[in-house]
């Protein structure tokens, strides 16, 4: 059977959801609490093997499903682009450090002038304010253009499940 890489990045949502799920229902079944005030203890259907054994079973299909994840995106290209989807993930990362970098050079007055204490202080830029808006408009035009690519590869893509 085939499933593209977004059904099982559905799929390992649900299991991780799953897991916390369970996780906290052991954490809050595991123990009874009560006082020497109380006449009858409740006894608990906790049950330790069990519990125990069905988050395996979900942390099984969890590392089953990132394992087809991590070599689908090791090895499909993203369409329209020189990279694999892990090295996208990777330059996108990149480009939005610079996107936060170009926004605030590109948000800057070419000059400022401050007065304080009876002194006037001036910050001038070093750099040119229209080229830097410019890179701005590029890098967030690649950020959308590179995403989109991205998804539409984890929309199409399919992978061998067995």
């Known amino acids: 059977m085939k499933k593209t890489n977004a059904e099982l990045m559905k799929e390992l949502k649900e ?14 079944a595991a123990i ?13 259907s906790f049950n330790y093997s069990k519990s125990r054994s069905d988050i395996y079973a979900l942390q099984k299909e969890e590392l089953k499903l990132k394992d087809l994840l991590a ?7 993203v369409k329209g682009f020189d990279f694999t989807i892990a090295t996208a993930l990777v330059r996108l990362g990149q480009l939005s450090k610079t996107k936060f970098t170009l926004q ?5 007055e070419e000059l400022v002038r401050e ?3 009876g002194k006037t202080r001036y910050e001038r830029v070093n750099y040119d304010l229209v080229q830097a808006q410019t890179d701005l ?10 995403q989109m690519a991205i998804d ?6 399919e992978i061998e499940v067995s």
Do not use: C, G, H, P
């Open 15 to 28: 299991v991780q959801r799953l897991i916390t799920f369970a996780l906290a229902r052991e954490r809050d």
């Open 32 to 44: 009874t609490v009560y006082t020497e005030a109380d006449k009858e203890v409740i006894t608990s």
């Open 71 to 77: 070599k689908s995106n090791a090895t499909t290209m």
């Open 104 to 108: 605030r050079m590109a948000a800057r």
């Open 115 to 117: 007065i304080s204490y």
């Open 137 to 146: 408009a590029a890098v967030t035009e690649e950020i959308a253009k590179l």
């Open 152 to 157: 539409l590869t984890n929309l199409t893509n």
